[in-house]
């Protein structure tokens, strides 16, 4: 399985800013250039939320209530994806979470199942 290790968490007032990095290595399976990369979150006692994703081919989607205020984007010379969270609310408070998934279509970047690896996650709190 690969490694994948976020960094960036921490606690934040709400309209702040925060990016996380999450960096890859020791895929199994292919290059980290050819997976697709996601960011999820957590609330401790509720079900694991889609955030936002990215193709190998630089495609991004994510979740309605995070548009135009976080951003996902991938360096693949350092093996590392990022998200870069602006005007946070107390209700992005979260445990965060990357996963890669080999070669997955636009149309999978929201779907967790979709994804092989997992990160151990990163926590953002956000208060008001």
């Known amino acids: 399985q690969a490694q994948l290790v976020e960094s960036g968490g921490g606690s934040v007032q709400a309209g702040g800013s925060l990016r996380l990095s999450c960096a890859a290595s020791?895929?199994?399976?292919?290059?980290?250039?050819?997976?697709?990369m996601g960011w999820f979150r957590q609330v401790s006692g509720k079900e694991r939320e889609a955030v936002a994703g990215i193709t190998a081919a630089d495609t991004t989607e994510s979740i309605d209530s995070v548009k135009g205020r976080f951003t996902i984007s991938r360096d693949n010379a350092k093996n590392t994806v990022y998200l870069q969270m602006n005007s946070l609310k107390p209700e992005d408070t979260a445990m965060y979470y990357c996963?890669?998934?080999?070669?997955?279509?636009?149309?999978?970047?929201?779907?967790?199942?979709?994804?092989?690896?997992w990160g151990q996650g990163t926590q953002v709190t956000v208060s008001s």
């Open positions: 020791k895929f199994s399976y292919g290059t980290f250039d050819q997976y697709a």
């Open positions: 996963a890669a998934g080999w070669r997955l279509p636009s149309w999978y970047l929201l779907r967790p199942q979709e994804y092989s690896d």
